[in-house]
């Protein structure tokens, strides 16, 4: 592996690397570049010591063009970002989920007076968008990891924003001050040190997993949200099969929640196990998906009847923990000789004259509550700084922006706004595409003194995917009207198709399913012929 150390400050200026322009690129992250070369003042750090910067390559890694930067902790000192032309607007968008990505991409379609085309900044903590409402058909081998987890450097390389991969500690917001136009809207604080000043600030900073409502579950129980967590759960039934391979035992698996995630992964895990698993679904409420279309509820209950998924309704999760040798279970014997850990759930009923429950489960996934990160990142000395409701969402008007700060926007899980009703807007993936398009507009009105548009949430059906080869569609344009079975599973993957981000992504991941498709075709049809040919 070859190394190339980096020291930079106020006095010394980044040297050229001796290889040549194309090589430097592929080592300097891309917001430590410009497209006229590296930026001599690129950071402002006259007051703070040399910063050391070690970027680790090999062969492996120049293959792909992926870089290991390594910043040590004692290293990580506040550096100032320098935008490249301080004349023009800069726009900084935390969270690059469909909010986020797509708010980007909405800016850099729009027409722009030469003066006023904003400089873009994208941070997220991942180096990859994440096709959020197709997680499930990685659990069952449908997709690939890059159709649905492409990588923002991939999906931002025509484009002209900047993308970190870094986490935002700190919000520091001035725009409530009562500044003027002209003045900094604030400034946001980066894990690796760096600091960003923005004019314009977005909030799409999604939501994590709320496990610690319950004991046991940040211990024992694997969320689902994430590419990560969809990673961590495919290796975990993925290590299950195995050790189970060719013996009398059955997996089982528990999921807390029966909204639409707990029912896409109960009938996904369930398709996929087969007779070699057990799969309960509990929820507190007496039905699954309560604020479903009734359509959509009979079809996902059809399929969990078919696969056998055992629905405990309606019951809370009381602890999850270990099982341990006190606990007395006809299964123990199987831990021991499969090496499996089990774990214990105690249920409580949510109603009066039922009796409570203890399962136990080889694997437990949780699927109920989220949380904001926004409460964590404001300052500690001002902790009130943005008007954040009791889950942590920043309140906005109908334009997006944040009540008090019209410098900030926010959407999708970071916006709490209501619909004509006073009820807060969903948080799913079909709002957030509405919203992104609506706040790249809002923006660029505010930028060229334009009045905002009012957001309007248009609603325009659900969506739930069943198994490989399984869905349930309404349309809200057709009242009453359900798409199942092959039929809902082809429109729905055609939609989500055509909501990928970019038309170059799209028209690669088209034709990636198209092949599969015409493959499965026909190895169905040869199979189709062969019963056909043995019956006759």
């Known amino acids: 592996m070859s190394s190339i150390a980096v020291t930079a400050s106020a006095t010394t200026s980044l040297f050229a690397f001796h290889r040549g322009a194309k090589q430097w690129n592929k080592i300097i992250p891309s917001y430590w570049r410009r497209s006229s070369g590296v930026h001599s003042s690129l950071f402002a750090n006259s007051h703070r010591k040399p910063l050391q910067l070690r970027f680790s390559t090999s062969a492996a890694s120049e293959s792909n063009g992926s870089v290991s930067e390594e910043i040590s902790g004692s290293e990580k000192l506040p550096i100032n970002f320098v935008w490249s032309d301080n004349k023009k607007p800069r726009v900084c968008i935390l969270g690059g989920g469909f909010g986020g990505l797509y708010t980007a991409l909405r800016l850099e379609s729009l027409e722009w007076p030469d003066d006023k085309k904003p400089q873009i900044v994208l941070v997220d903590q991942s180096e990859r968008f994440v096709f959020k409402p197709m997680l499930y058909e990685l659990l069952s081998g449908e997709v690939e990891e890059w159709e649905i987890a492409p990588r923002f450097s991939d999906l931002l390389a025509n484009t002209s924003v900047q993308f970190f991969k870094d986490r935002v500690t700190l919000l520091q917001p001035s725009d409530h001050l009562g500044s003027n136009a002209s003045s900094c809207g604030g400034t946001v604080h980066l894990d690796s040190g760096l600091l960003i000043e923005y004019d314009w600030l977005v909030l799409a900073l999604g ?38 391979f060719g013996k009398d035992f059955q997996i089982s698996v528990a999921i807390v929640g029966c909204g639409y995630s707990g029912v896409e992964l109960a009938a996904t895990v369930a398709e996929r196990l087969q007779n070699k698993g057990i799969v309960r679904a509990i929820n507190a409420d007496p039905i699954i998906c309560p604020n479903a279309p009734p359509g959509n509820r009979e079809a996902a209950l059809n399929v969990l009847s078919s696969r056998k998924v055992e629905l405990l309704l309606p019951y809370f999760v009381r602890c999850i923990r270990r099982v341990s040798e006190s606990d007395s279970s006809d299964t123990l014997a199987g831990v021991d000789e499969n090496h499996i850990e089990k774990y214990i759930l105690e249920l409580q009923p949510a109603e009066r004259g039922m009796q409570s429950k203890i399962i136990e489960a080889d694997l437990v996934l949780w699927t109920v509550g989220s949380k904001p990160p926004l409460p964590q990142l404001e300052p500690s000395d001002f902790p009130f700084v943005l008007p954040l409701n009791a889950r942590g969402q ?84 057709v009242e009453g009207l359900t798409l199942e079975g092959p039929f809902g599973h082809t429109a729905r993957k055609l939609a989500y198709l055509i909501r990928l981000p970019t038309d170059e992504h799209k028209l690669k991941v088209g034709i990636s399913w198209l092949t599969k498709s015409a493959i499965d075709s026909v190895s169905f049809l040869q199979s189709t012929l062969t019963k056909v040919l043995s019956n006759s």
């Open 207 to 244: 939501a994590e997993a709320k496990l610690d409502v319950v004991p046991g579950a940040a211990e024992f129980a694997f969320p689902f949200t994430t590419l990560e967590d969809a990673r961590k759960v495919n290796g975990k039934l993925t290590t299950l099969e195995r050790t189970t």
């Open 394 to 477: 920043a309140e906005t008007d109908e334009t997006l922006r944040v009540k008090g700060h019209p410098r900030i926007f926010a959407l999708g899980d970071s916006s709490a706004l209501r619909d004509s009703n006073g009820r807060i807007l969903p948080a799913t993936a079909q709002v957030a595409f509405q919203q992104a398009d609506f706040t790249g507009w809002n923006l660029w009105a505010s930028i060229n003194g334009r009045p905002l548009l009012p957001f309007r949430f248009q609603n325009l059906g659900e969506m739930m995917t069943l198994g490989r080869y399984d869905a349930a569609i309404s349309p809200s344009f």
